[in-house]
């Protein structure tokens, strides 16, 4: 079975994004994502408004020590979460 879904930076405008993060939820899977905050540079607007608020991944409070994607100058990608609570359970 599936445990978690992931994906990194989605085409902006792409609507394919909330829906997928629409069936994670309807299915009681977390879903974690690379990508800029709403109105950035990657993925949909419709992520935000339609699929419940991703909410960053804590990466201290999820026991990753820390870790997330570099961020370049001028680029605000980091990983978000939308989905049930205790995703680190769903990552091993």
Do not use: M, N, Q, Y
Not at 48 to 75: C, I, K, N, T, Y
Request: aromatic share 8%; with cysteine; charged share 25%.
């Amino acid at each position: 079975g599936v445990d978690a879904v992931f994906w990194a930076w989605w085409p902006r405008g792409d609507e394919g994004d909330a829906a997928i993060a629409e069936e994670c939820a309807r299915l009681g899977l977390p879903a974690l994502f690379v990508g800029e905050p709403k109105g950035g540079c990657t993925g949909s607007d419709a992520v935000w408004e339609r699929a419940g608020a991703p909410r960053p991944l804590s990466s201290e409070a999820e026991g990753l020590g820390g870790v997330d994607v570099p961020r370049w100058p001028g680029v605000r990608d980091r990983t978000w979460h939308v989905g049930r609570r205790g995703a680190r359970a769903a990552l091993g």
